[in-house]
């Protein structure tokens, strides 16, 4: 009973790199997000996917892309990092409207 | 624009006592709002989801309830233990839309002391 998995847990970046935060979840759920939680932030939405092959912006979406090829995957690409990226990433997932959501264990990135 | 707090930030209380968390939001067309626990370090694991046309959701000794008209939510949690020493989180999603966009408050780190 995987649910929701991120990868890798932690990272440490050089300013002007590039990855990609993995996300996988094995509920069959049609949506997907990624959230950063910053201290006295709380988390914002980056990015969201309704179904494969459909993405949209959230609230903070700047120097992130995403791309949903199947119902099962949601990477993260953070196209050249900055320092104001060094955040916690959280993946979730949920089945429908009006369903709880269920999240990742998070990526700690840290961004030199 | 929505926005969600969440009072007190901090709270610390003995083993035993019952004890109230807050939540508010200021705009009430919503569909519905989640209570979250999140560990340090870790993920966040729902605790109980409220739909809006309901006022209150139980599961063992958490009780959440929902007034949408006055924007407020609470999170009841009876005889704490120390293992309930967590940050607890609300979150709404908003009226409008297909989706599952979660807006959350900043939390309550919660202690219970033996």
């Known amino acids: 009973n995987a649910g929701v998995t991120q990868t890798p847990k932690f990272q440490v970046l050089k300013t002007g790199q590039s990855m990609t935060l993995q996300c996988a979840q094995d509920?069959?759920?049609?949506?997907m997000s990624w959230y950063r939680q910053d201290p006295g932030m709380g988390l914002r939405l980056i990015h969201y996917?309704?179904?494969?092959?459909?993405?949209d912006q959230g609230e903070v979406p700047n120097g992130y892309n995403v791309s949903r090829s199947t119902t099962e995957d949601f990477p993260l690409r953070l196209l050249s990092a900055a320092p104001s990226q060094t955040s916690v990433y959280f993946c979730?997932?949920?089945?429908?409207?009006?369903?709880?959501?269920?999240f990742g264990q998070g990526t700690r990135l840290t961004v030199v | 624009k929505q926005e969600v707090t969440q009072i007190p930030a901090a709270l610390s209380v003995p083993e035993g006592e019952n004890l109230v968390l807050n939540c508010s939001f200021t705009?009430?067309?919503?569909?519905?709002l989640q209570w979250f626990r999140q560990d340090p370090g870790k993920g966040l694991t729902s605790l109980l989801l409220?739909?809006?046309?309901?006022r209150e959701q139980t599961s063992g000794r958490l009780n959440a309830s929902l007034d949408k008209s006055s924007g407020r939510s609470t999170l009841y949690i009876a005889a704490s233990q120390p293992g309930d020493s967590a940050t607890y989180l609300c979150?709404?999603?908003?009226?409008?839309?297909?989706?599952?966009?979660?807006?959350f408050g900043t939390g309550t780190l919660l202690a219970v002391q033996p």
């Open positions: 705009d009430s067309a919503i569909y519905n």
């Open positions: 979150a709404v999603t908003n009226y409008g839309g297909a989706t599952n966009k979660l807006i």
């Open positions: 979730a997932s949920s089945a429908i409207m009006n369903t709880e959501a269920f």
């Open positions: 509920m069959n759920h049609e949506y």
């Open positions: 996917s309704v179904g494969a092959g459909i993405t």
């Open positions: 409220i739909q809006s046309s309901q």
